[in-house]
């Protein structure tokens, strides 16, 4: 018998001294009137700067930590998706790792706990950050309910209007939570005196829970696009190596989908890391089209530029979504590690438009009944694609894809999209 334990890693993996070129190091902008590096220090907690910064390829996990991820139900599911293979009819075999299977809906949890961990460790009382539709903020109310801290949620404005239930979670977690653009904060204001409508945007949110962490001497806990966010996602690809060595299974082409890109990272990077697979393909919004139209450039995470700059692919700091775009994946920039391996032509792309998506999410409902989160419906459409593609070569590849979330509290976005296309 396999024990859960045996599954669950021990360290977390970290790509970067694995890198074929050294990672840009964050940085301070040019003649800046303070240092964001320095500011770090009052922005993170202590052990999750040190990791942010970290050379070592593994680093150890808390035993404290382990123990909370066995009990969110770590190690996750690693299906094979075995209806809808048959309903495509190809040779291809497709597997998914289940991160929908934690109490929070995603893998974010996977980070909340060992940066809420450490936060407490630290004697911190209150945490802070930003969400989007709702999934990291959920994990973050959850992880420090886990660790009895305070936590504040600047929810993009267009979200907290749209998504009230994943509102009352946070709040039933414990959670403060705030449409954002808010009056609480010196951005918020300056956005709302410019445009009271402002829809609101990850960075302006972002930028926000930053702001209002240093302003009450809280901590502000980060959700994506940051090296040590990604280590802490190697959990799930450590997890899906495991667990298909135990079925005497070898991937030969993984798929995630991308927003900042932590959950492609940590499904994704312990496979690069060990040579293992041959195809790694980032799936992005054809809406929010970063891949296709973002630059190769030093800019910042937040749209207040209080976190360094880091090198990334973005479309700019200042960009604004869509509003009516009800697929997700709506962050400005990729992560640092992962632009460079895709400007390496290591890991590959595609982008898919919102109707695309949605025609694959109802297949894989169908076919296999879970509903997936619309973030995931985009990787799902690209696994659609190349067993497809191995259908036409006839090819018995193995697809191994991660399916970040579920999409429960995702129902209003899938009644958009069915009212404009059925
Ligand atoms: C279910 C789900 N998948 C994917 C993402 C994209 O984020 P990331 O690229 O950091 O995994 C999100 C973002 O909130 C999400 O909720």
Not at 55 to 64: A, C, K, N, T, W
Request: overall charge neutral.
């Amino acid at each position: 018998m396999v024990r859960a334990e045996d599954i669950l890693p021990k360290y977390w993996y970290n790509i970067i001294p694995d890198l074929p070129k050294p990672l840009p190091p964050p940085r301070d902008p040019q003649g800046a009137d303070f240092s964001r590096i320095d500011l770090l220090r009052s922005i993170l907690p202590k052990e999750v700067l040190r990791q942010q910064f970290t050379i070592e390829r593994y680093v150890r996990i808390p035993e404290e930590v382990r123990d909370r991820y066995l009990s969110i139900g770590r190690p996750t599911p690693l299906f094979r998706a075995k209806r809808l293979e048959e309903f495509l009819k190809t040779p291809a075999k497709i597997y998914f790792k289940f991160e929908g299977a934690t109490p929070t809906g995603s893998h974010k949890i996977n980070t909340a706990i060992p940066q809420a961990y450490f936060a407490k460790e630290e004697g911190i009382e209150h945490v802070v950050t930003e969400t989007g539709a709702g999934q990291w903020g959920t994990a973050v109310a959850l992880a420090a309910s886990m660790y009895s801290m305070k936590s504040s949620i600047f929810m993009v404005k267009v979200s907290y209007e749209q998504k009230p239930m994943r509102r009352s979670i946070m709040q039933l977690y414990g959670a403060e939570v705030y449409a954002s653009p808010t009056m609480l904060t010196d951005f918020g204001r300056k956005i709302l005196e410019q445009n009271p409508q402002h829809p609101g945007s990850l960075g302006i949110a972002m930028s926000e829970a930053i702001e209002y962490a240093l302003k009450n001497e809280f901590r502000y806990l980060v959700g994506s696009v940051l090296d040590v966010v990604l280590l802490h996602q190697s959990v799930i690809g450590q997890e899906t190596i495991a667990q298909l060595d135990y079925l005497g299974e070898e991937a030969d082409i993984l798929i995630g989908c991308v927003g900042g890109g932590s959950n492609f990272g940590g499904f994704v990077y312990p496979f690069i890391g060990n040579k293992r697979g041959s195809k790694y393909i980032a799936v992005g919004s054809a809406e929010i089209p970063k891949f296709s139209k973002g630059e190769y450039k030093y800019d910042f995470p937040d749209s207040a530029g209080l976190l360094p700059l880091v090198k990334m692919i973005t479309l700019g700091k200042d960009y604004v979504p869509p509003p009516i775009y009800a697929g997700g994946l709506r962050y400005h920039g990729v992560a640092p590690t992962l632009s460079l391996l895709m400007k390496e032509g290591i890991i590959e792309w595609k982008e898919y438009t919102e109707r695309e998506i949605f025609e694959a999410a109802k297949i894989f409902m169908q076919t296999q009944g879970i509903v997936p989160a619309p973030e995931s419906a985009h990787a799902i459409k690209a696994v659609i694609d190349e067993a497809i593609l191995a259908r036409k070569e006839d090819e018995k590849k193995v697809i191994v894809f991660n399916l970040s979330g579920h999409g429960l509290l995702d129902l209003s976005n899938y009644e958009s999209m069915m009212k404009r296309w059925g």
